[in-house]
């Protein structure tokens, strides 16, 4: 029977203890042949033979675990939408179908994103609702297709702007004979006539703007209103006004020049369409990060396939295919090194500048560039596998998720158009029957004016086009928000807890001084905890245990090996017993170790972790190892305390070697000789004065303490962003990246502030401007398109922050 593979949605995955209890769960199903759970895109993929087990087996067991199984996810991009009042729409709309349990329209990227039940709803069915809306639901497109469509987009733009420009010029040059300090230019008499100008203003009206019309009939028949209502009433009731004084003109004998405000309805339609120009130019730039990041990948790849060296696409490379990569070329997807030695530039993927030396056994990144040596790679991730592929994946879901501060502009979108048109109506009342009665012109002019600067588009773009251009921007350095709510949290983060081991020091410790007590050898001694810790996979253990066979000692064989977190570890050596741990480990075994404390405190006070050794239940020495401080850290927590944040560091040693490490990075709160389970709580108790607290691990063993924390952040440069128990991935094994996303996350929230003030005060000013009658209905609509791109183009000013790499 040949396997299958299928993908499941799941909801619930707080971190990577998650991850693993799903993926062990569905591996115990008959039949099931591979289970990869990946955390960042909460999903996992399973292998499995049709003929023994099914989907719905799998689907029981991820529920019977405590987690929900969303039966699909899928995403559209939509075509049509004008203003946050269109996205509203959609969203509600999708929201409330049956078997919908979640939808998220993305304005700025013009994409929705559906968690639904496929036994009650289908996609079919979704764009049947949005069609009915108006709009249209199109298979989410990605990579180069997706470019592409934003250049047919902004093409179609373009001509639109040319052919309405072009025939809006000579009605414009009428707009000089309104104007007596312009009397001086010269006005042709046939520009003049009223029928000339109804014949320019006409196709601009109906067929530039026919998108308003249908987008306002749309609108209108579904029971709400959007930004095409407004364009559409304004402009009309400037055309449809001065058709009616031309009529009257012809009536009258066709004598002089009447008043007519053809020009305000075309000017006002061709000033919008360029604001939509600029607008969906400006919003391809913001997501520049991810075209970046697709660009990177190798176009092709050399392997080996049955001893005959190939040159493929680098789509058809399969794993486990042998790669060969020279000098100064890119490594085409994510492998291992089976031969050779190399320098690989990652700074793409990480941020980080100087080249890593790789060897055999060594991991390495598609799109990374081997810089100087020959390299025979194994390829273990490819296509949507990969690293880069999961970068690209997180970025696109963090810019198309939704920040908290955009639910109010979303709720005032909502109800937005209403009450402009409501203002509308008033004001031409209040100046028809009172300002000046009976002057059906004077009332038009303020009314068409408030209907078209009162455009929500700016509103509905200021807060996706900055979690877009700031979180893409933060990629680019190897900083990767999943979402963006965490980068609107993470700005308003004051305490910072740092695990010590792989964060503030280098994770590689090494073997530094053993003492032995009265009766033992030290060849003996370092032969037996060599052998013990050689069953660890602690960091600390294989310092150990590379510390012994350096010395050329010969490891034995272990049976009943124990590992006991925050203790030691416990194994049998020959017929001997032997503890390696902490003070609390020989306490509990009722182990003296009053002789050995002097020594402890002496190796501890130099910054060092030393373990106490038993054998056969008598103590037989002390082992220690130094676990050395990045080059980085100081200066990192510098950073950290100079943007007002409190540092914590937070770690499984015991104090006297904690402060140590501590004083050397000048942090001035220890939580030490903390188990790997109490982490968590040592959180909850912070939180629990008032602290927002980010929590830095390497994002599997703190993965409790990590989603107990306001906002989690790995730090590490591992291939598998998947894995990653965090909110926030920082690429780089760098603190620095610590102060640098708070930076990022406090200037986008800064620059979304900014974009809403823009939105709001052109409203707030703008519309009782018009309602007094000092804004002409021109010069409305060039506010009303200048909004939008001044918001954007604000946005804009994220990519261009510099970081420290």
Known sequence: MSQKEVTLQISGMTCAACATKIEKGLKKIEGVEEANVNLAL????????PGKTDVKKFKEKVESLGYKVVNDKVEFDISGMTCAACATKIEKRISKMDGVTKANVNFALETIAVEYDEKQVQTSDMITAVKKLGYDLIPKQDGKEKIDHKEQEIKKQYRKFIFSAILTFPLLWTMVAHFEFLSF????????????????????????????????????????????????????AAYFYSLYLTFEWMNAGSIGHPELYFEAAAVIITLI??????????????SQAIQKLLGLQAKTARVLREGVEKEIPVEEVVTGDTILVRPGEKIPVDGEIMEGR??????????????????VGDAVIGATINKNGSLTIKATKVGKDSALAQIVKVVEEAQGSKA????????????????????????????????????????????????????????????????MAGSGRAAEMGLLFKGGEHLENTQSIDTVVLDKTGTVTKGEPTLTDIFVTDGFKEEEVLQLI???????????????????????????ETTDFEALPGY???????????????RKLMRKHNISILDSEASMEKLEGDGKTAMLIAVDNKLAGIVAVADTVKETSKEAISRMLDLGLEVIMLTGDNQRTAEAIARQVN???????????QKSEEIKKLQEQGKKVAMVGDGINDAPALAMANIGMAVGTGTDIAIEAADITLMRGDLNSVADAMIMSRKTMRNIKQNLFFAFIYNTIGIPIAAIGLLAPWVAGAAMAFSSVSVVLNALRLQRIKLKA
């Open 42 to 49: 909460e999903r996992t993929k399973i292998t499995y033979d």
């Open 185 to 236: 230019i010269y006005m042709p008499e046939i520009l003049m006539n009223p029928w000339v100008q109804l014949a320019l203003a006409t196709p601009v009206q109906f067929i530039v703007g026919a998108s308003f019309y249908k987008g306002a009939y749309n609108s209108l028949r579904n029971k709400s209103a959007n930004m095409d209502v407004l364009v559409a009433l304004g402009t009309s």
């Open 273 to 286: 369409v360029l604001g939509k120009l600029f607008e969906v130019r400006a919003k391809g730039k913001t």
């Open 342 to 359: 190399s320098a690989i530039d990652e700074s793409m993927i990480t941020g980080e500048s100087i080249p890593v030396d790789k060897v």
């Open 404 to 467: 908290d501060i955009q639910r109010l502009a979303d709720k005032i979108s909502g109800v937005f158009v209403p009450i402009v048109v409501a203002i509308a109506v008033v004001t031409f009342f209040i100046w028809y029957f009172f300002v000046s009665p009976g002057d059906f012109r004077s009332a038009l002019i303020p009314t068409i004016s408030i209907l078209v600067i009162a455009c929500p588009c700016a509103l509905g773009l200021a807060t996706p086009t900055s979690i």
């Open 530 to 556: 060599g052998t013990a810790e050689n069953q660890s996979e602690h960091p600390l253990a294989q310092a150990i245990v590379n510390g012994v066979k350096e010395k050329g000692i010969t490891l034995l």
């Open 568 to 582: 030691g570890i416990r194994a049998k050596v020959n017929t001997q017993d032997v503890l390696v741990g902490t």
């Open 667 to 677: 942090v001035s709160k220890v939580i030490a000789e903390v188990i790997p389970e």
